[in-house]
């Protein structure tokens, strides 16, 4: 039994159907040829009301099936008086399948379609085939229009409760790009205060040191410049604590061959991801550890969507020159030069995953990895003197290079 609420409409239908049983139980006391028929007719209303004002009833399978029997039991000794109660054995069948479940109900209105046929045999002076047709076909039309009504109410359950999902997946993109959004305002922040104020800073530094060792010993000028030289020192280091609070979460609390190891352990593949390190790792500066992160995370995001890989590996290489990030994959492929400028992130296989075998000529859009494409991989690298390249072919599989040079200044410890 459904106990859901129903919809308005569902409740005035059944108020309806309670009317009209009450309404035929009063034809058949209206006919009446005698107390018997009456008293019938007020024990079955009797049994009728008292299980339509019980809520209790209606909410309970097993009191439901107790109310059902003696509702049937009262209607048939009706029967035995009065043809007219035959009438009854229609809005009966609707209780039956609305209270009962159908592997019970449809045996209960073939029961009492089955009684309805006897009962109307019994009065009749003779048989035709109106005896039969009249109860069988209105169990037929009730059967019918039950399980018709229960097959489109499920129906629009399914469709309210996608509505419902689909209104909470909105809900939750557009969290999710809030959440996107504020962090690539951190970045640039971050970006923007390590290119303009703390390398300014760092300018003035090494000026008022040059200035400092060509003022004569004991000249007045050389506490100003110390001053100075203290005051520049003071802001540089809160510029770099400006970038280190607005640093990407995954850099927080951890180095990049960390956040590059956490990034791959989470992925869900297929395919496979491992990372690996070579090299001796080395503190990097913020804007680096930043750049190659970013990277790492539009290639293999789309390597993931995109890629059909069944491996994929993330490699990061620290060298004497040089830093290296390298994400390959033995996916699809695509061929690099057909992807035309602006495309989404093709890194490992994202650029026109169906692509080979001329399957499918699209490539991810721009900016649904979050912007991150390959021109945008390639600017992120050349912004740092480094360089960007990518390697594929249909059927052949991804690989994307990074290649940043060391900074001049190494002792910096990952500031400015």
């Known amino acids: 039994m459904d106990l859901r609420p129903r919809s308005p409409v569902a409740?005035?239908?059944?108020?309806?159907?309670?009317?009209?049983?009450?309404?035929?139980?009063?034809?058949?006391?209206?006919h009446a040829t005698g107390p018997g028929t009456v008293a019938a007719a007020l024990g079955t209303g009797a049994v009728f009301a008292f299980g339509v004002l019980q809520p209790a009833v209606l909410r309970s399978r097993r009191r439901s099936a107790v109310w059902l029997a003696a509702l049937g039991a009262a209607w048939l000794v009706l029967l035995a008086y009065s043809p007219q109660a035959v009438w009854a054995a229609f809005p009966l069948y609707f209780l039956l399948l609305h209270l009962l479940p159908v592997r019970w109900g449809l045996p209960a209105v073939a029961a009492t379609a089955a009684a309805a046929i006897a009962g109307f045999a019994g009065h009749a002076e003779r048989i035709n085939a109106g005896v039969f047709i009249g109860p069988l076909l209105g169990a037929a039309v009730?059967?019918?229009?039950?399980?018709?009504?229960?097959?489109?109410?499920?129906?629009?359950?399914?469709?309210?409760?996608?509505?419902?999902?689909?209104?909470?997946?909105?809900?939750?993109?557009?969290?999710?790009?809030?959440?996107?959004?504020?962090?690539?305002?951190?970045?640039?922040?971050?970006?923007?205060?390590?290119?303009?104020l703390a390398q300014g800073l760092s300018s003035i530094q090494l000026l008022l040191r040059a200035a400092q060792r060509e003022v004569p010993a004991g000249s007045p000028a050389a506490a100003h410049i110390e001053q100075a030289r203290g005051a520049a020192q003071d802001n540089l280091a809160e510029a770099r604590r400006f970038v280190r609070a607005l640093t990407p979460p995954d850099l927080e609390h951890g180095s990049l061959t960390g956040a590059l190891e956490r990034l791959c352990s989470r992925a869900v593949g297929p395919p496979a991801v491992r990372f690996s390190v070579s090299g001796s790792p080395a503190a990097l500066p913020t804007p680096y550890e930043v750049a190659l992160l970013r990277i790492a995370q539009s290639a293999l995001g789309n390597t993931l969507r995109h890629a059909r890989a069944a491996r994929a590996e993330v490699t990061l290489s620290f060298m004497d020159t040089a830093v290296a990030l390298d994400v390959v994959d033995d996916g699809t492929g695509f061929v690099p030069d057909a992807v035309p400028a602006g495309a989404?992130?093709?890194?490992?296989?994202?650029?026109?995953?169906?692509?080979?075998?001329?399957?499918?000529?699209?490539?991810?859009?721009?900016?649904?990895?979050?912007?991150?494409?390959?021109?945008?991989?390639?600017?992120?690298?050349?912004?740092?003197?480094?360089?960007?390249?990518?390697?594929?072919?249909?059927?052949?599989?991804?690989?994307?290079?990074?290649?940043?040079?060391?900074?001049?200044?190494?002792?910096?410890?990952g500031g400015a």
């Not at 997946?169 to 640039?188: P, S, Y």
């Not at 989404?344 to 721009?366: D, I, K, L, M, N």
């Open 11 to 30: 409740v005035i239908l059944r108020l309806c159907l309670y009317a009209l049983f009450a309404g035929l139980l009063g034809l058949a006391a209206a």
């Open 344 to 413: 989404g992130a093709g890194g490992a296989g994202a650029a026109g995953a169906g692509a080979a075998g001329g399957r499918r000529t699209e490539s991810p859009r721009a900016g649904a990895d979050g912007g991150f494409g390959l021109p945008a991989m390639r600017s992120r690298a050349e912004a740092l003197g480094g360089t960007f390249a990518v390697e594929s072919a249909p059927g052949q599989g991804t690989a994307v290079a990074v290649t940043l040079p060391w900074p001049v200044a190494r002792d910096t410890g």
């Open 142 to 196: 009730a059967v019918a229009t039950v399980l018709g009504y229960e097959a489109l109410y499920r129906e629009s359950e399914r469709r309210r409760e996608l509505i419902e999902e689909l209104v909470a997946t909105r809900a939750d993109l557009a969290a999710a790009e809030r959440a996107a959004g504020t962090l690539a305002e951190r970045e640039r922040l971050a970006r923007e205060i390590h290119d303009t």
